[in-house]
């Protein structure tokens, strides 16, 4: 080990932190569903607009030397805080001196995505935990038939159900749609998702849809949770369970934080200088435990700030009650 590298104080390595910046763990999307807003203060509030306020027809015309008319919107606030996540990982003096030398930024760049690896499966399952929660939703339902049924499960109408119902609860028609990976399985080999899809000028023909051709459908966004953890402690045999489960979300969130449009919800990144914002850190080289170590962090809280524009198809590939 150089003494560049002993003496190295704490800072953040702009080669690993590209790295990190780069590297999307397979199959993991939480950092999509959501916009994410970089915020001054680690605890604040924000506004929140009431909508009938909003879309009131307003008297606007003026009378002949009169003053315009005023209007008035009614303004509350709720709260955040953003939490620290944080992880780090051992670059040991003897993997990197087992390591031939055109490997060695190999190796490091693979403990930074080990790092990384494991933030995103926290940050996914948290967000799971979240948007599919029924009391996180305007509405949420059973279907009536499972999508395993590809005969007589109508998946496509009970998404558009699901859609239309809330454009007329909130005037606002959502614009993604999050599929476990289960789901979407079992939807894309539905006949009538095949032919609408694929080859709507043919029945019975076409192959499975691809995410593009199902947006086009159902003009929306469409993402596809696909992320597996293992749910067993440490030391006990894996137990391999889908994040996302059998679950549908129809949401509305714009593409990019805005005061004048609502949000089914919003992450709220603490990013003020010097705090660690998914920047690999690297720690000074320890003599005694002959490693030094490598970290990621950052500051964050999930918030559903407008729980009327989701709706949530919950088990909608074991489902065999109630209907939309």
Not at 225 to 248: F, S
Not at 276 to 304: A, K, L, W
């Amino acid at each position: 080990m150089s003494g560049y590298e002993q003496g190295r104080a704490v800072h953040i390595d702009h080669h690993l932190s590209n790295v990190a910046i780069n590297y999307r763990p397979a199959g993991f999307i939480a950092d999509r569903i959501l916009p994410l807003v970089q915020v001054p203060k680690q605890s604040d509030t924000y506004v929140i607009f009431e909508q009938s306020d909003l879309f009131r027809r307003e008297n606007t015309r003026r009378s002949r030397g009169g003053e315009a008319n005023k209007i008035h919107s009614r303004v509350s606030s709720a709260g955040y805080y953003c939490n620290n996540f944080a992880l780090k990982a051992d670059v040991t003096l003897e993997d990197r001196a087992n390591a031939d030398p055109i490997f060695v930024q190999q190796f490091e760049e693979g403990r930074v995505n080990r790092v990384q690896d494991a933030l995103f499966l926290d940050w996914e399952i948290r967000a799971a935990s979240l948007v599919t929660n029924p009391a996180n939703v305007g509405s949420s339902t059973a279907i009536g038939s499972a999508w395993t049924d590809y005969v007589n499960a109508d998946p496509l109408g009970d998404l558009w159900t699901a859609i239309d119902n809330v454009e007329l609860a909130t005037g606002y028609r959502p614009n993604r749609v999050l599929f476990s990976g289960t789901a979407w399985r079992h939807f894309r080999r539905n006949q009538a998702v095949i032919d609408k899809a694929t080859n709507p000028h043919v029945a019975g023909g076409g192959l499975y849809p691809s995410v593009r051709q199902v947006e086009d459908v159902l003009e929306a966004q469409v993402l596809v949770g696909n992320a597996w953890y293992n749910a067993a402690e440490e030391a006990l045999p894996q137990n391999l369970t889908q994040i996302w489960q059998d679950h549908v979300v129809v949401y509305f969130a714009p593409d990019r934080p805005s005061l004048e449009t609502p949000s089914f919800g919003y992450y709220f990144r603490w990013a003020a200088p010097g705090l660690p914002n998914m920047q690999v850190e690297r720690h000074p080289y320890d003599s005694r435990r002959h490693c030094y170590e490598v970290e990621i962090g950052y500051y964050q809280d999930e918030v559903m700030t407008a729980k009327p524009l989701g709706f949530l198809l919950s088990n909608v590939t074991s489902s065999t009650a109630g209907g939309i």
